[in-house]
């Protein structure tokens, strides 16, 4: 029970981390030093991993003086993660995010056993990234953030990718 709610809370930071993804390409978008760069990028401004988004962001929106944010992408995403967890993304994500912090999520949930819980922070402290769904939170290594997972397959994409790229995209549980 315990890996299966560590597993929960993995699932819900990975979500979160989603959301921070899009507002900080908004916010390193909206500074014209920066219009070039990519959503992903931008979520690596505010101290986040490419892999709190899913692959294939549309665009978003970021109010630098409040950070509120919202990212888009094309349609409802969903996927699974080991065969444990389901992931859920809303076409429209929204939050709050400023360096190391993700707040007032919504537009991301994880489904644990019949549960759909949406994940409401993500905040980075060192090498760990801190996920909380309101009453419970769980934190994780940031490695397991590198690679964005994909809609529909998440990261077990085999069809997808060459066995070498496979190999190296493992997924690693941080228990």
């Not at 101290?47 to 970021?62: H, K, S, T, W």
């Not at 993700?102 to 980075?124: A, M, Y």
């Amino acid at each position: 029970m315990k890996m299966k709610m560590r597993m929960v809370f993995f699932l819900l930071a990975f979500v979160t981390l989603t959301l921070a993804l899009p507002s900080a390409a908004s916010a390193a978008a909206s500074s014209p030093s920066d219009s070039n760069l990519t959503a992903y990028q931008a979520l690596q401004t505010f101290d986040f991993p490419v892999g709190i988004l899913p692959v294939g962001a549309l665009g978003y929106e970021l109010d630098r003086s409040t950070g509120a944010f919202k990212a888009f992408l094309n349609g409802s995403c969903e996927f699974s993660i080991q065969s444990y967890y389901q992931l859920r993304y809303k076409s429209t994500i929204a939050g709050k995010i400023s360096k190391d912090r993700l707040s007032n999520l919504s537009g991301v949930s994880v489904k644990i056993l019949f549960l759909w819980l949406n994940i409401v922070d993500v905040s980075r402290d060192g090498d760990e990234l801190y996920f909380s769904v309101g009453i419970a939170s769980a934190s994780f290594a940031i490695d397991n953030f590198y690679e964005s997972p994909q809609c529909g397959c998440g990261f077990d994409c085999n069809s997808l990718r060459t066995p070498a790229a496979r190999a190296a995209a493992k997924f690693r549980l941080p228990f």
